[in-house]
């Protein structure tokens, strides 16, 4: 936290990433497209995955939670944030931002490379219990984050 809040969505995933903001109207652009920007769209399709691969983070004017944005930045581990509605209207091409999807469902994009602290818990061995423990989870954001628990499906 600190930086000037730019604009705001639905969080995708627990990330925090960071770049120089790269707004693509349409797949005819994908060249202009350098690996470790921040992609700015109205939406996206499969056509954009070679470029979201590249992607330091992404950011739609349109989606939700099971968008094509959604999905594949969660399959990519790459912080998202859907439905921002003016996004590619409030962010300027070549301007520093950064995304933060940890801060709860409601995603935050700041003005700059803010500086972040990240921690890890080591859960340690946990013991084994006498039964299958199985999770049925209704949020997909969660199901990444609930399978490094011991389990037996999720």
Not at 41 to 66: F, H, L
Not at 104 to 114: A, H
Request: aromatic fraction near 4%; charge should be neutral.
């Amino acid at each position: 936290k600190g930086g000037s809040v730019l604009a705001t969505g639905r969080a995708v995933g627990k990330r925090i990433g960071a770049g120089k903001v790269n707004i693509l109207k349409s797949i005819d652009e994908m060249s202009k497209f350098e690996k470790g920007q921040v992609l700015v769209a109205d939406m996206t399709d499969p056509d954009w995955e070679p470029i979201m691969k590249k992607a330091s983070a992404i950011i739609t004017n349109r989606g939700g939670r099971t968008c094509h944005a959604a999905i594949i930045a969660r399959e990519l581990g790459i912080p998202a944030i859907v439905g921002c509605g003016d996004a590619t209207e409030k962010l300027a091409v070549g301007q520093q931002v950064t995304v933060s999807c940890n801060e709860g469902d409601t995603g935050f994009i700041y003005d700059g490379i803010l500086k972040f602290e990240r921690t890890e818990q080591d859960l340690g061995e946990l013991p084994k219990v006498g039964m299958k423990i199985m999770m049925n989870v209704g949020n997909p954001e969660s199901a990444f984050t609930f399978g490094q628990l011991p389990n037996d499906g999720i």
